[in-house]
């Protein structure tokens, strides 16, 4: 099993910045890719940045030039810079990683964070 924990949500004020963390711990062979979701309230999950094993990342239109993931593989620890922050930016943001672990056998799966608040509200 892999544990996905998120910090580094709150409240921000337009205009400002957050950095999220979500760190992934068990039996973790390898973290294929990690990545950041967002839900708004009545709105669908959607994709905001997601970043492979060697570094390749990609963003979801409405954060391009204004978030940027990155990831330390020794500590199975995806980050999320987000500056410029817009109230529409506002959701739950969840953690996802692609996981191969160890068990009987490999086994790879995704798993999910259990989502931390981000508010951008003056």
Known sequence: QVQL???GGG???PGGSLRLSCAASGSIVTINSMGW???AAGKERELVASIG???NA???NSVKGRFTISRDNA???V???????KPEDTAVYYCN???TTTGVGLFRGAYWGQGTQVTVSS
């Open 11 to 13: 409240l921000v004020q």
């Open 75 to 77: 500590k199975n620890t």
């Open 79 to 85: 980050y999320l810079q987000m500056s410029s922050l």
């Open 58 to 60: 990609y963003y979801g």
């Open 97 to 99: 990683a692609d996981v």
């Open 5 to 7: 924990v998120e910090s």
């Open 37 to 39: 979701y967002r839900q």
């Open 53 to 55: 094993s060697v570094g």
